[in-house]
């Protein structure tokens, strides 16, 4: 196994430092491409959006809810309440 510069130590260190402020701004842009997709892209859009609440630590059931509405504006509050306002 190849060993990791000093340098690449630090950047995968502050990777995980801000990882969820980097899940945050991915779901922000998730949630605007969720309002414009159709069709199997929009099932694509919510596996990933699915996989960064998980990410997040938010509660499995309310994935859930969130995905069987497929309601973007419910998700755009949802964020705004739970994830956003901290």
Known sequence: ??????????VIKR???N??????QK?????????LAE??????????ITLALTNLGIDPICIER????DNPTLLAEFLEK???KK
């Open 1 to 10: 196994m190849l060993e990791r510069t000093p340098y690449q130590d630090k």
């Open 15 to 17: 990777y995980y430092d």
């Open 19 to 24: 990882r969820s402020d980097i899940m945050k």
């Open 27 to 35: 779901l922000s842009e998730l949630t605007t491409d969720l309002y």
């Open 39 to 48: 069709g199997k892209k929009r099932q694509q859009i919510w596996k990933r």
């Open 66 to 69: 969130l995905n069987v509405s």
């Open 82 to 84: 739970t994830v956003y």
